[in-house]
């Protein structure tokens, strides 16, 4: 598998709440919970906005949530804000001790 | 505060290779493993290699295989890239970043190469 499976585009107007899934297999996804997701905006580097399924790091706002079941993981961003408008993408380590990134999400904020 | 620095970058033609550097601080760098990540342009982020703290193991992904090298040098704080056999598809934004509870917690602003005749 070359990437992980994630939704080209989401949109939600803001304060409504939008989940990006991500889709691998029990290879990867479904292996361990090293699930993490990155928020990149246009020209830039990319930022840890959750790992280990669900864990936020310092800093980042509990707006953001993450989850996963089987072998596919998810992250919700509720309230939506304008300045949530970016590239987001999920990562999972894998059986073959290397890691996969998915596919990338563009989130639009109407 | 966490710096990852990357250098190296530039145009190459086919074939050819180039070695990216990356100066870390702000942290005990040698308590880290360390990740390459690339981004062709206007593509999604890929995952390129990792190396142990003390850089006794490291792994890569499929397609580099056999071209690339991930080295670290603990007393000066970096880690290499050495990419040899270069092609027009390695062309791409390339990324230090650092390992942490199976995450990349910290990223450079990556140092662009490019694969042109």
């Known amino acids: 598998q070359s990437a992980l499976t994630q939704p080209d585009s989401v949109s939600g107007s803001p304060g409504q709440s939008i989940t990006i899934s991500c889709t691998g297999t029990?290879?990867?996804?479904?292996?361990?919970?090293?699930v993490s997701w990155y928020q990149q905006y246009p020209g830039k580097a990319p930022k840890l906005m959750i790992y280990?399924?669900?864990i936020r790091p310092s800093g980042v706002s509990s707006r953001f949530s993450g989850s996963k079941s089987g072998n596919t993981a998810s992250l919700t961003i509720s309230g939506l804000q304008a300045e949530d408008e970016a590239d987001y993408y999920c990562c999972s380590h894998t059986t073959r001790i290397t890691y996969l990134f998915g596919t990338g999400t563009k989130v639009t904020v109407l | 505060e966490v710096q990852l620095v990357e250098s190296g970058g530039g145009l190459v033609q086919p074939g050819g290779s180039l070695r990216l550097s990356c100066v870390a601080s702000?942290?005990?760098?040698?308590?880290?493993?360390m990740h390459w990540v690339r981004q062709a342009p206007g593509k999604g982020l890929v995952w390129v290699s990792h190396i142990k703290t003390d850089g006794t193991t490291t792994t890569y992904a499929d397609f580099v295989q056999g071209r690339f090298t991930i080295s670290r040098d603990n007393a000066k704080n970096t880690v290499y890239l050495q990419m040899n056999s270069l092609r027009d598809d390695d062309t791409a934004v390339y990324f230090c970043t650092r390992g942490q509870n199976g995450a990349r917690d910290f990223w450079g602003q990556g140092t662009l190469v490019t694969v042109s005749s």
């Open positions: 029990s290879s990867d996804v479904g292996s361990d919970n090293s």
């Open positions: 702000g942290f005990t760098f040698n308590n880290y493993w």
């Open positions: 280990q399924v669900s």
